[in-house]
Structure formats: structure tokens, C-alpha cells
């Protein structure tokens, strides 16, 4: 069992009844955190391959907050990004709002949220546009949200992994970003700043934000990330999982909690101590609204265009490599990240699943 589970359990129920207005989701994490493999959900039953013995697992939770599930989603996931990579140069954008306008996120999550996704992909979309840049009206990427700092603190903002080029009018060319910046961010600050204004306008939400939030740079940050299997190695655990891991408590003495972390620009670890209740608290703000999606394929990445991956890969070795196609990039030798298997504690051999046992669910026999 994990320490961020156990301090769920053992301070989760007082949490709960000094807060009772919570949000549902809140509460509904806290309970599925405090529940995950304890029975509640029931039973999974495996054989041992080699002993025979059977052996009974209490079932996880699923909640996509809960740090002891989502591990076998998080490297599926990481698979199939792996293989729908792209070869040449990747670009990590990251877009970040003010200081100032985090209050407001925090509250109105779901449009803020879905404003960050639709203002960063339209002004990545517009300076792709322009033929000063690159000039295609079909760029591709990906979109990942994140909501917490080094310390759990709250602080939401944007990861596109974005490859660098797009399709031309004409769909016959890969056209390249003939530079070392893809676009250029002071550009994208601008445009992005005024579409989430635009957004809020649209919300009716406007008049709750500070009017100074317009008239200061917003932060949009590019690095070059080569293949961008790095990159996607980095962001896969933080997908399907919130802010923090087990391997980062250090120690839960008393009411404190203090768990590691490092400061920005920096490599030195440090520690953090928290009061419980308050490590819960900055743990829930990270909690998502019902529903809403925190990875987002946009333009030729997404699997609603018509324009095939396996065609885009011919444009762009084709480009990339003077017409002299080199079908070996084409195929994929990367090794494949394997999945551990359940073993017996007894022999060490695999388990192998026989089925699951629910509460208030009838167990269906053999037909």
C-alpha cells in the first residue's frame, strides 16, 4: 500500500468533515483513494502457472487520480505514442498563464481549461499559417495539461509536442520549419493572450478577472526535443496520474508530511513539509472536472484526419532525405517496453487471471 493512500485513510474522513462543501469530484476521489484495494471493489482470483495455488488481489479503484492505478494505462499509452511518432526535429511548446489569473483557473476549471487548449492550439494553428514561418494550413501536434509546480503547488499550463513542419495546401509536401525556434513565442504570447480573452469574453466571465492580467507578457516557452521519445517518456507518468508519486514521500510523522522535490533550474533535491490536511488540499486541486480530457491530437496527429500517418512519414523522409527514401525509417526496431505480470510469492511463477468478484454484482457461471 502507498503512502499517499495511507494518508488518505488515516486523515481523509477529517478532511472530509471539516470541508463538507466540497466539490463531488473532490469527494469522490477522496473516497476512491481511500477504498483502492481494500476489498471494496472486490476480488480479482489468479492460478499460479506453476504451483497451482490460487491467490486473491483486491481490485484497484480506476479513479484516474488515484496514485496506485492508471500504471498499466500510462505505458499503454506511452506505446502508442512511441509508434505513431514522426522522424526529423520536435519542438516542446509550453504555454503558462500569470500568476495573477490562477485564482480564477482554479475556480472555473472547466472553462478555463478547455479556454488554455483552444486559445494554444489556434495560435499555434495562425503563425503556422504564415509563410514567414512555415505556410501550412495543416500542422500536427500534441497537447498535454498540467496543473501542479515542484511542490504540489497550483500552477496549470500546456506541454504540445509539435513536429516540426506541416502539410502543404496541396497535401504533396512536407514543408519544414527552416529555423531553430519553430515559431516565435513572443508572437504566440500575444495571440494566445488574446484569444483566452476572447474565450472568457465568450464565457461571460470577463468582468471576474483582474484587468492587469492583459497588459502583462504572457509565458510561452519553445526547446527543440529532437525524436521526442524523451519527451514523451516525461510526460506519460504525469497523464494518468496527479502531482505527486509514493517515491517522493519521505517521511509521514505525526501531522507532517514531508516529501522531496527541486527548485527550478536546479538538480539539488530538497524537502517539503506539509500539514496533512494542507497536503490533501494541494493534492485535490489538481483533481479534474467530470469527464474532461487532458491530452489532445490536433491536425494531422489526430485520428479524425484524413491524411494518413504512414503517408506523412513518405513526405517527410522524402523531404528530409532528398527523394532517397530510406525504407528502414520506416519500420519500427524500437523494443518494446515490456509489462510485469503478477508473480506467486510462493515459486515466483506468473499468475494467471481466472475472474474478478464484485460487490453487488452477480457472479456469472459457466454457460
Not at 520536435?90 to 472555473?108: A, G
Not at 533550474?265 to 490533501?280: G, H, P, Q, V, Y
Not at 489532445?296 to 479524425?304: A, D, I, L, P
Not at 519500427?332 to 474478478?356: D, I, M, V, W
Request: with cysteine; hydrophobic share 40%.
Amino acid at each position: 500500500m502507498g503512502a499517499i493512500t495511507e494518508i488518505f485513510r488515516f486523515f481523509g474522513p477529517e478532511y472530509l468533515s471539516r470541508y463538507p462543501d466540497m466539490p463531488d469530484q473532490h469527494r469522490k476521489t477522496i473516497n476512491a483513494i481511500i477504498n483502492c484495494r481494500s476489498g471494496a471493489y472486490g476480488v480479482a482470483v489468479y492460478q499460479c502457472c506453476g504451483c497451482g495455488k490460487s491467490h486473491h488481489i483486491d481490485r484497484s479503484c480506476g479513479n484516474r487520480h488515484c496514485p496506485q492505478c492508471q500504471y498499466h494505462k500510462s505505458r499503454q499509452w506511452l506505446e502508442k505514442q512511441l509508434d505513431r511518432r514522426l522522424p526529423g526535429q520536435h519542438f516542446m511548446l509550453t504555454f503558462t498563464v500569470p500568476e495573477q489569473l490562477r485564482p480564477f483557473c482554479r475556480s472555473h476549471q472547466g472553462a478555463a481549461y478547455g479556454a488554455l487548449f483552444k486559445a494554444a492550439s489556434e495560435s499555434i494553428k495562425k503563425l503556422a499559417k504564415d509563410p514567414r514561418f512555415i505556410g501550412t494550413d495543416l500542422p500536427g501536434f500534441t497537447g498535454v495539461l498540467h496543473t501542479w509546480g515542484r511542490q504540489v503547488q497550483y500552477h496549470p499550463h500546456l506541454h504540445f509536442i509539435v513536429p516540426a513542419g506541416g502539410i502543404s495546401a496541396d497535401r504533396k509536401k512536407w514543408l519544414t520549419a527552416g529555423n531553430a525556434f519553430y515559431l516565435p513565442v513572443k508572437a504566440l504570447s500575444k495571440i494566445f493572450r488574446a484569444k483566452f480573452k476572447s474565450e472568457m469574453q465568450s464565457h461571460a466571465l470577463l468582468e471576474q478577472i483582474d484587468p492587469a492580467v492583459w497588459q502583462i507578457a504572457w509565458n510561452v516557452n519553445c526547446q527543440a526535443v529532437g525524436d521526442s521519445e524523451a519527451t514523451l517518456k516525461y510526460l506519460a507518468p504525469y497523464i494518468f496520474r496527479v502531482a505527486i508519486s509514493d517515491s517522493r514521500i519521505v517521511a509521514v510523522e505525526g501531522r507532517a508530511v514531508t516529501f522531496s522535490c527541486r527548485k527550478k533550474e536546479s538538480n539539488r533535491l530538497r524537502k517539503t513539509t506539509l500539514d496533512a490536511l494542507e497536503f490533501i488540499r494541494r493534492f485535490l486541486q489538481h483533481v479534474l472536472p467530470a469527464g474532461f480530457m487532458k491530452v489532445r491530437h490536433y491536425g494531422f496527429m489526430s485520428s479524425n484526419c484524413a491524411f494518413s500517418l504512414a503517408r506523412l512519414r513518405l513526405l517527410i523522409l522524402a523531404t528530409l532525405q532528398g527523394l532517397r527514401l530510406n525504407f528502414s525509417a520506416l519500420s519500427n526496431h524500437r523494443k518494446k517496453l515490456e509489462s510485469p505480470l503478477p508473480t506467486c510469492p510462493s515459486c515466483g511463477c506468473a499468475l494467471r487471471y481466472l475472474f474478478s468478484l464484485i460487490p453487488l454484482r452477480p457472479c456469472r457461471g459457466p454457460t
